[in-house]
């Protein structure tokens, strides 16, 4: 786990102010778009990725009764990534033979651009009903009275699955925090400086 090692990569987000229900309470607010949002235990097997949350306890059993959020002043959660991906190798070799077979029956020595074509679609589609999800756990802490979150994970590809889905679950749209937006935020100013300053000549050493 990425929250509990020694060495970690982490992505800071500000978390805009959102609309919650008084009466039900922010961890019953947060409760509710972790529910909305979480990872399905019955998935397509056509699909090529599934996201979803899932406990910080227990990522391979999305059960947010069984299972709490909240640690002291934190929400702690994580992300979920199921992911499908066919060996190159494996679709190489089961569409040599499918060609191979192929010829076999209408007694030719080359397919067709479009019959190669049709042949590996058939082979994917076979292919991706025996390849399993893999699946991939992110670690999030979201301090909600600060505003802010930390999701351990620097991959760009990953950032933007959480950015979606956390939008899609709650309805707040995030903003990853670099030193950039940190000025940005908390000293207009200082941007203002940074953007009128010329570029700095630098001379070549003799």
């Known amino acids: 786990m990425a929250l509990l090692s020694t060495s970690q990569a982490v992505v800071r987000y500000h978390v805009p102010d959102c609309p919650v229900d008084l009466d039900a309470g922010v961890a019953e607010h947060v409760r509710r778009g972790l529910v ?44 979920r990534v199921d992911k499908k991906t066919i060996p190159a190798k494996a679709l190489a070799e089961q569409l040599d033979i499918a060609v191979q077979k192929k010829l076999a029956e209408v007694d030719r020595e080359f397919l067709s651009k479009g019959e190669r074509a049709e042949l590996k679609e058939l082979v994917m589609d076979k292919l991706f009903k025996q390849v399993p ?31 979606t889905l956390f939008l899609k679950s709650f309805g707040i749209k995030i903003h990853r925090l670099f ?25 070549r050493c003799a």
């Open 133 to 163: 999800f893999v699946p991939t756990i992110y670690e999030i802490v979201w301090d909600y009275e600060g505003k802010t979150i930390m999701f351990f994970s620097t991959q760009n590809s990953a950032n933007e699955l959480f950015e």
């Open 179 to 203: 030193p950039y937006t940190l000025a940005a935020r908390d000293n207009a100013g200082l941007i203002d400086s940074v953007a009128q300053a010329a570029p700095m000549a630098i001379g």
């Open 36 to 79: 909305q949002g979480k990872m399905p235990v019955e998935k397509n097997e056509y699909d090529e990725i599934v996201v979803g949350w899932v406990p910080f306890e227990g990522p391979y059993n999305p059960d947010f009764e069984k299972h709490g959020f909240v640690f002291g002043v934190y929400f702690v959660f994580s992300m």
